[in-house]
């Protein structure tokens, strides 16, 4: 069986300015580790024994997304460039198209760049358990065993049973929903969050995009067959690809599919969406506090700080967000910073 990893890069990340923004978004940040995220989502794959990656990015993230794969990778990845944004279900399409070049019977990996998954081992053992229903004409989902009812993810519902272990049917997708819905949904005990992750073989997923998204597989396939092509790069054909009417995996094929199977994820997920989040997942001081950098702590609780080159101090304060980058400070309580998105575009109107 040959895997083959499907990095998806495309996300502007505003959810973490002022350090995430559009010409640096937090994929290519140092957040969890000293490795990037994007670097940490290919890593945490050795041991699969997969080929190298097809990561899927625009134009303007090029360089950096091959400067930082070089610094890890022994095999050369294949970088696909688009044109524009069109969300997942095409992107995916022109990586699949990719990966039949390598293998016509390849089983690809899709995975956002920018999650943090604690327990490698795990994630590893998930993804073979995934690969093995995937080669047989499966298309798998991971979905993630809910610690809390987050109104913050979408969701999974499964069959009750296994159809193999650890493998459950895909009854349904789920909207975020408000906290009652997913208090529900955590005591019903057949719902996961949505992971955003897929294993499928790459045949397959054209198979059933072409059955439910006929103009779009087309205009995706012929996007890549038409791409422009060098040593470092591979530019989806503009003329093919600007046509596309846009749209998730999930909503184009995931939703309707009759082959669609959940491998359950118990790893440490987090898709980092937020400052709060980060201070969430990391290792806190007696106080609390996640502080990176050099901070001036006096009474301050339950906090996350983090400076650039220079020192930031902060006075009594409680359950708030302070980041300070070289083009813009944020200050937020805790509890707003969903708002943060907003202060990200009302920024751009200050350029």
Avoid at 65 to 75: D, F, G, H, T
Avoid at 206 to 234: C, G, Q, T, W
Avoid at 327 to 338: F, G, I, R, S
């Amino acid at each position: 069986m040959t895997i083959i990893p499907v990095i998806l890069s495309g996300g502007a990340g505003t959810r973490l300015w002022p350090l995430s923004c559009g010409d640096h978004p937090k994929q290519f940040l140092s957040l969890i580790s000293e490795k990037t995220m994007i670097q940490e989502t290919v890593l945490r794959l050795e041991g699969l024994d997969a080929m190298a990656p097809i990561v899927v990015c625009g134009e303007a993230h090029r360089f950096i997304v091959a400067e930082q794969l070089n610094q890890i990778c022994r095999a050369k990845p294949s970088i696909i460039l688009e044109p524009l944004a069109r969300n997942t279900a095409p992107a995916i399409a022109a990586a699949c198209r990719c990966a039949q070049d390598i293998d016509k019977e390849a089983v690809v990996v899709v995975l956002p760049s920018d999650h943090v998954i604690k327990d490698a081992a795990a994630f590893r053992k998930a993804v073979l358990i995934a690969a093995n229903q995937a080669a047989g004409g499966s298309l798998v989902t991971f979905g993630i065993v809910p610690t809390e009812p987050n109104t913050g993810y979408g969701y999974v519902k499964t069959a009750s049973f296994e159809v193999a272990p650890g493998v459950f049917n895909l009854e349904k997708f789920v909207e975020k929903p408000c906290l009652e819905k997913a208090k529900e949904y955590l005591a019903d005990g057949n719902y996961s969050w949505n992971s955003g992750m897929f294993v499928f073989r790459a045949d397959a997923f054209l198979r059933e995009l072409a059955e439910f998204e006929p103009e779009m597989h087309s205009l995706s396939v012929a996007a890549y067959e038409n791409a422009k092509k060098d040593d470092d790069f591979i530019r989806l054909d503009k003329a093919s690809y600007e046509k596309i009417r846009g749209n998730s995996i999930d909503y184009a094929v995931m939703e309707k599919t009759s082959h669609g199977k959940v491998v359950k994820l118990d790893a440490g997920w987090n898709d980092v969406g937020s400052w709060s989040a980060l201070w969430e997942i990391k290792e806190k001081d007696s106080d609390g506090n996640v502080l990176h950098g050099t901070i001036i702590n006096v009474g301050m609780r339950n906090s996350y700080v983090r400076g650039a080159k220079r020192a930031v101090a902060v006075i009594g304060l409680d359950n708030v967000v302070v980041v300070d980058s070289e083009d813009a400070v944020l200050v937020a309580a805790m509890d707003k910073v969903q708002d943060v998105k907003l202060a990200a575009e009302r920024a751009k109107t200050l350029d």
